[in-house]
């Protein structure tokens, strides 16, 4: 767009790679104690909105019940 390119503090290598460290060691552990728990949902938030939410209200009620 040719505006000014600002790099954050938080996007340098060092501190992305240390980000990467903490989610093996403490959400992925969740991620899989959930799965075999058969209770982890996902979605994929690639599409659009509407459709995200939509499938976001579907999950939520699927709980709830």
């Given at each position: ?6 790099q954050?503090p ?53 709980v709830?019940?």
């Open positions: 767009c040719g505006g000014e390119l600002i954050r938080d996007d340098e290598p060092q501190i992305i790679q240390k980000r990467l460290q903490e989610y093996r060691a403490q959400t992925e552990p969740l991620v899989h104690y959930y799965q075999t728990q058969g209770s982890l949902q996902t979605l994929d938030a690639s599409q659009s909105p509407e459709t995200v939410f939509q499938t976001l209200l579907s999950l939520f009620q699927r709830v019940r």
